[in-house]
Each structure stands twice: as C-alpha cells, then as structure tokens.
C-alpha cells in the first residue's frame, strides 16, 4: 500500500520533460476516476503484478480513506505534478468534470509511453439506432450530431493522439447497479420494449480493460460487450423470472423512442485474447 508517497501540489505541466519526484517502477497503474469500474481494475492489477502500486486520481477527498483500505494511493492532482506512470487508465465520466478534455489531456501527459495508456469510452458513438448488427468497424456518429457523441469522440481523439487505445463499453452492470437495476425501482418506465441494448459486466470490463493495458497496444479501439443483446423487455423479464430480486418489474410504456443495436465484439476478443465471465445477462442471474 503506497500511503506514504508524496503529493504533489505543482500547477500543471504541459512539460513531456518533466523530472519526476518519485521513482515509478514499470507496473506501476495510474487509475483517473477510481469509482466502481477503477477499483475493480485496480484489484485486477494489483493481483497480476502484486508488490505493484496503484495510484488513484479523484476530484474530491470524500472516498480517500477508502481507498487507502484498498491499496490505492489517491491524490486529487496525481496528474498535476511531475510525476510519470508507466500504465494509466482514465475512467473518469464526462458528467464529473468541468474540462474533461483538458483531464484527458493531463492523463496523457501524466504516461511515459512504455506501458499503455487506455480510455474508457461508451459504444454510444456508434452510428446504428434500429436495432442493426454493430461491430468494431461500424461508423461513428458524425460530429456535430448529438453534444454527447461529441465529448465521447473528441476525447477518444486526444487519447488516440498521444498513442493510447479506447475500449468502447456497452451497458456496465452489477447486481445492484445499471439499467435493470434503475428500471426496477421505477416499476413502469416510458420507454419502448423493443429497443435492443447491449451489456458487459463491471468485472467484465475491468478484466478486458487489464487485458488491452498488459498487451501494451497503440492507437487500437476495441469493443466491450457480452455478445448477447437483448432487448429492454427481454432483461426485465429475466429479472422478473429469476426470482433474485425482491421488487417486480411492471412495464415500458414507450412506443415512438428510437431503438438500439446489436453489438459484436469477436475481433477485440481475439485480438486480445479475452472472454468474459460472464457470457450473457441470463448467465449472470443464474450465478447469483
């Protein structure tokens, strides 16, 4: 656990120069946004190379003590200072942040190059909305069209510019998180049945995410998702039937929304050599 390093309180540096204050040996993982997806990585990472340490960019202290229980090392401008990572994953929403351009800019600067650099994109940007087959070389939705697209494929840019990879997610979910966990609270929900979606599990991402860092790629994007869409009905009957959850789901009301895609993921699958725990939704439920 690497509590006792020093924080750096520098402005920030545009300087690839930059002396470090510390020594970073080579397995060494910066995580910007250590939340649910970053800390499941960095569990991941510290088991594939333990004596490693793992370093924690956050925007507030609030979560500090419990990272510091897990072995993360967090400081709020880890990517302020001089220091240099050798592996650094930005996983950090949009949402979160006042210039995630500009936080995406310091991450890259905050890499040495010898490792890998990777984003943690959305397969939003993929221009497909009937329900049509989707893969890694499906086009992306043109700039301009949606400000949501826009901020996902400027920042995919940047990382690509300075030789990092992206890995386009599908829905992330858990027992108690993700889109089935928000439709079952509400009960009745005024979206369309139909419309195809397609999921990854955190401990999913996180494994394919720690698969494309160790491979070391450059300017590569890739695919995360389970390769078995489903639609919104589909998934809430599972959950109804499963009999794992104490509420019921009710209904979508929607009928005019627009529908999704089906994603396939097979060429990131060979290509980094990876399969998910989870296959499906359904297999997901049956392991609970």
């Not at 920030?12 to 997806?37: C, K, M, R, Y």
Request: net charge negative; hydrophobic share 35%.
């Amino acid at each position: 656990m690497a509590t006792h390093l020093h924080v750096s309180q520098a402005a920030p540096t545009h300087d690839f120069e930059a002396t470090p204050s510390l020594e970073i040996p080579q397995n060494d993982l910066l995580i910007v946004g250590p939340g649910v997806l970053g800390r499941i990585v960095a569990q991941s990472w510290s088991q594939e190379y333990p004596g490693c340490q793992v370093f924690g960019q956050t925007l507030t202290t609030d979560h500090h003590g419990e990272l510091i229980e897990m072995g993360i090392s967090p400081s709020l401008n880890w990517t302020g200072g001089k220091h240099k990572f050798p592996h650094v994953i930005f996983c950090a929403p949009p949402y979160q942040s006042s210039d995630y351009h500009g936080d995406i800019r310091l991450a890259a600067l905050s890499w040495n190059g010898e490792g890998s650099f990777l984003f943690t994109s959305s397969s939003a940007p993929y221009d497909c909305n009937d329900n049509g087959s989707c893969d890694e070389d499906t086009p992306v939705v043109p700039i301009g069209r949606s400000r949501r697209t826009d901020i996902l494929l400027n920042a995919e840019n940047i990382v690509l510019e300075y030789g990092g990879s992206v890995v386009r997610l599908a829905g992330l979910y858990k027992e108690d998180k993700g889109a089935h966990a928000y439709w079952l609270e509400k009960g009745i929900v005024e979206c369309r049945p139909d419309h195809i979606l397609n999921l990854i599990h955190y401990e999913d991402a996180a494994s394919l995410s720690v698969a494309i860092l160790k491979k070391k790629f450059r300017r590569h994007v890739f695919l995360g998702c389970d390769n078995h869409p489903l639609s919104r009905q589909e998934i809430m009957d599972l959950v109804n039937q499963s009999g794992k959850f104490s509420k019921k789901f009710d209904n979508f009301t929607g009928t005019d929304d627009p529908l999704g895609k089906r994603l396939n993921n097979s060429r990131t699958r060979q290509e980094v050599g990876w399969e998910p725990k989870y296959s499906s939704f359904a297999h997901f439920l049956e392991s609970l």
